[in-house]
């Protein structure tokens, strides 16, 4: 229907409202099946999109918690580090009270 005119279109709706209520009642309900496979359709790329959209997320932030957990492992190696030469000082230290006490 590529040039409908104005006589044709009523011919036609004029047909239409002549027809048995059964055929109005299955036109309808094509109709209904059609609009709800449409907003499926649209409902279900929307999820694909929020899915993708969440995966990306995720995978960011793996990617950062990975790295807040390579720092964390350097950062408790420092500081093993330092608490054991702390230790040795701490020896070392008590070693000179003595020694600085016996001689008193």
Same mark, same amino acid.
């Given at each position: #229907?590529?040039?409908?005119?104005?006589?044709?279109? /009523?011919? *036609?709706?004029? %047909?239409?409202?002549? #027809?048995?209520?059964?055929? &109005?009642? &299955?036109?309808?309900?094509? /109709?209904?099946? &059609?609009?709800?496979? *449409?907003?499926?359709?649209?409902?279900?790329?929307? &999820? @694909?999109? *929020? /899915?993708?959209? %969440?995966?990306? +997320?995720?995978?960011? %932030? @793996?990617?950062?918690?990975? @790295?807040?957990?390579?720092? @964390?492992? =350097? $950062?408790?190696?420092? /500081?093993?580090?330092?608490?054991?030469?702390?230790? +040795?000082? #701490? =020896? =070392?230290?008590? #070693?000179?009270?003595?020694?600085?006490? =016996? $001689?008193?």
């Amino acid at each position: #229907m590529t040039n409908v005119n104005s006589t044709d279109f /009523l011919r *036609v709706v004029d %047909h239409a409202a002549a #027809m048995n209520d059964r055929w &109005l009642f &299955l036109a309808a309900f094509c /109709l209904l099946l &059609l609009g709800c496979g *449409v907003v499926i359709y649209w409902l279900v790329k929307q &999820l @694909q999109a *929020v /899915l993708a959209g %969440h995966k990306a +997320a995720r995978d960011a %932030h @793996q990617i950062a918690l990975t @790295q807040i957990i390579a720092s @964390q492992n =350097e $950062t408790a190696l420092k /500081l093993a580090v330092c608490i054991d030469r702390n230790t +040795a000082a #701490m =020896e =070392e230290c008590t #070693m000179e009270l003595r020694r600085i006490r =016996e $001689t008193k």
